[in-house]
């Protein structure tokens, strides 16, 4: 049985990540289009797009950081 | 030195205007000038042979499109202009007899449909034995031709009661019926009718012609007209395809002669001079000089103006660092006053890709890949990318060794790998604080970067912040030290001194807006911890990957097979085949994402972090005035 501030403490790192996620998603999605837009009238500026696809993933990044310290306060950290 | 621009100068050239086509050429064989439009007297004009190529341009570019020609022939050596006008005007012609043609193939197109239409309103008559005289001479007797719409019994049914004569004709899959009726009866016999069939009108033929023979007649013209329409268009068709090549050709050489012609509008003039303005590298200004000297029989003068304003950019890297010059063209090219940041991208980016990625089986796979794609390309930009690779791959098998890790397991064959930094359990708070450091070591280079070249300009307020912004940097450092590892520094005074001295400074040197400014810095600092979080979901990705039991069904086919269970043995065969396709697949996947991952957020951090600390670009390219 999981004792409710371990729950808590698993919600709290689960909701760091989501946010973070939502937001990037949120975030590509409006770059995805007006990149659509702009790749159809220049040529050549996929590049360019794939870069700014990129640029919002920093907000999941670090929440995927803040998700991996709440989840270290509790001692199982670690990737294995 | 790598990081300086190549110096420009800016060449005025001032000629007669008898000497200006040789000038030109003169200046397309010199291959290095980016010209400018010169804002001296008047607007020059294009030179006299302009006009002629132009026409035939034109008239090139039309054929093409009718033709359905889109081809763009290989570079070659340019051919002598009258040759290649002379022969547009031979195509000309050629083209000329096709429209002939093609006036010939309206004439058939539109015999043809009329044939058609002829033919569509006989054929119901095609079998019917009656002469078309008889439906013009009968007197006494109404003649009707139907085509029936329902069966035959119902259309005999309705006209049963009518004093009536019938012929039923059948004919490409459809029944018609010839029906003679009184003249009194006409009405009442097309009542009738009317409910099962359809009227036909009597095609007008010629006297003494038969339905059949006339439809012979028109089907033998018909086809008669389509094989000399197949043969109009094949003639059409073979020649669009044996002169494609031949038409792209004198286009695309003639458009190089039009660039040469109108070359002079971007000149200035006065009654008797031609001025002619453009940037050359430093070395190469002697060169121009004496070339355009020696055209004109030292008859213009060349001269070098002290100014940089406007002045396009030319890199100037050796061949190890040139290949990732693209990365900087494609952030934008460094302006006049900037140093080249291409050798910095070039030690910072593999280190960076290579500590996102690090595995020394990926590493390894990276450079076969680099290696293989290095042979294929040529040149160009595959070329570059493939040499990066080559490099961020060498990195990624370094850093590799670091994490102690091969294809997401910690060790090669059975041989353990010893990591320096785990990235899982405890070495990931480690992994955290070295990502930190890379950014705080990244950013601060690229301020003290920016401090120098703003001190080099004279900007020296903006100098002393950039130096500001380092020690605010340091501060930082140390605060996480503090947090993470106390028994290495822990003395909160000395980081609340260090950061109030830097927001004094910011503040004294460049205002309110650096002040508001600091929590970028912070921002900046924690966007390298993607290093770590994308270096631990590569980590787990691989582990995932490796689950996948192909080890087991192995050792279970080998079991069945030395107890000679050979029914055991053919049943593990298939899954074994199935788990080492998915376990190569999944590494494909990780190995594909890693690349990709590893490469845009690298770029990204360089972009976006470290550009932004020293670098503006806006650089103009430099398009030397060449022949293709």
Same mark, same amino acid.
């Given at each position: ?80 | ?11 005025? +050239? ?43 341009? /034109? ?28 022969? *547009? ?123 059949? &023979?006339?439809?012979? &007649? !028109?089907? &033998? ?18 020649? *669009? ?5 031949? /038409? ?5 050489? %003639? ?108 590493? !390894? ?43 997401? +397991? ?107 400014? /600091?929590?970028?810095?912070? *921002?900046? !600092? ?26 087991? *069904? ?70 030397? %005035?060449?022949?293709?």
């Amino acid at each position: 049985m999981v004792d409710i501030s371990t729950a808590g403490v698993a919600l709290g790192a689960a909701g760091a990540l989501a946010a973070g996620a939502l937001a990037t998603a949120w975030a590509q999605s409006t770059i995805g289009a007006a990149a659509m837009g702009m790749m159809a009238e220049k040529d050549g500026k996929e590049g360019q797009v794939l870069l700014y696809l990129a640029l919002p993933e920093t907000m999941v990044i670090l929440g995927f950081v803040v998700a991996f310290l709440i989840i270290s306060s509790l001692g199982g950290a670690g990737a294995k | 030195m790598v990081l300086k621009l190549e110096p420009m100068t800016k060449a005025r +050239v001032v000629c007669m205007q008898a000497d200006t086509p040789r000038v030109v050429d003169a200046l397309y064989d010199f291959g290095t000038i980016h010209m400018t439009r010169s804002r001296q007297g008047t607007p020059g004009t294009p030179l006299q042979e302009f006009r002629e190529i132009s026409e035939e341009l /034109i008239f090139l570019r039309s054929t093409e499109k009718a033709l359905g020609i889109r081809l763009t022939p290989e570079a070659g050596a340019l051919e002598p202009r009258e040759r290649l006008l002379a022969e *547009s005007k031979k195509v000309r012609k050629e083209i000329e007899e096709l429209k002939h043609d093609e006036e010939r193939l309206a004439e058939y197109r539109a015999r043809m449909a009329q044939l058609k239409a002829q033919i569509d309103e006989l054929k119901p008559f095609e079998n019917l034995s009656v002469s078309p005289a008889t439906f013009s001479q009968a007197k006494t007797l109404s003649l009707h031709y139907f085509e029936l719409k329902s069966n035959r019994k119902e259309f005999e049914k309705d006209l049963a009661k009518l004093p009536v004569e019938t012929l039923f004709v059948q004919g490409a899959g459809r029944e018609y019926a010839l029906v003679a009726a009184g003249n009194a009866k006409k009405a009442l016999l097309l009542e009738k009718a009317s409910k099962h069939a359809v009227e036909l009108a009597v095609p007008k033929l010629a006297e003494n012609e038969s339905f059949a &023979g006339a439809l012979a &007649g !028109l089907t &033998g013209e018909l086809g008669e007209i389509e094989r000399d329409t197949a043969k109009l268009s094949g003639r059409q068709a073979a020649y *669009s395809s044996k002169n494609a090549s031949r /038409i792209a050709r004198l286009r695309c050489q %003639l458009e190089e002669y039009g660039k040469k012609a109108e070359l002079p509008n971007r000149f200035g003039r006065t009654q008797a001079l031609e001025i002619i303005e453009g940037w050359v590298t430093s070395r190469k200004f002697k060169e121009l000089e004496r070339k355009i000297l020696e055209v004109t029989g030292n008859k213009a003068t060349v001269e070098a103006h002290a100014t940089k304003k406007n002045a396009p950019t030319v890199l100037k890297n050796p061949p190890l660092v040139r290949r990732f010059e693209f990365m900087v063209k494609f952030f934008s090219l460094p302006n006049q006053a900037e140093y080249d940041p291409t050798l910095f991208i070039s030690i910072t980016f593999p280190i960076i890709f290579g500590m996102i990625f690090g595995d020394i089986g990926y590493g !390894l796979l990276t450079m076969a890949l680099a290696s293989f794609l290095y042979l294929k390309a040529q040149k160009g930009f595959w070329r570059h990318l493939a040499g990066m690779m080559l490099l961020s791959g060498f990195f990624t098998t370094v850093w590799g060794f670091v994490f102690g890790e091969f294809m997401g +397991v910690e060790d090669i064959f059975g041989y353990e790998l010893h990591a320096i930094i785990h990235r899982s359990g405890p070495g990931v708070p480690i992994l955290m604080v070295a990502a930190l450091l890379v950014g705080v070591i990244h950013l601060g280079f690229g301020l003290a970067v920016g401090a120098y070249t703003n001190w080099r300009h004279g900007h020296k307020s903006h100098a002393y912040a950039k130096m500001s912004w380092i020690v605010l940097e340091a501060a930082f450092l140390l605060a996480g030290i503090n947090l993470f590892a106390p028994y290495i520094f822990n003395s909160p005074t000395v980081i609340v001194a260090l950061v109030l001295a830097s927001v004094v400074a910011l503040y004294k040197f460049e205002g309110v807006p650096a002040v508001v400014e /600091i929590p970028g810095l912070l *921002s900046n !600092l924690l966007s390298y911890l993607r290093i770590m979080a994308l270096g631990l979901s590569g980590v787990i990705l691989a582990q995932i990957v490796n689950r996948i039991p192909l080890k087991s *069904s192995l050792e279970s086919i080998l079991a069945a097979a030395a107890a000679g269970d050979f029914a055991g043995v053919a049943i593990g065969i298939l899954p074994a085949i199935f788990f080492g396709v998915v376990l190569l697949l999944g590494h494909a996947v990780a190995l594909g994402l890693g690349l990709f991952e590893a490469g845009i957020q690298s770029l990204r951090l360089h972009y976006v972090e470290f550009f932004s600390k020293f670098y503006h670009g806006g650089g103009i390219p430099f398009v030397p %005035l060449r022949e293709k």
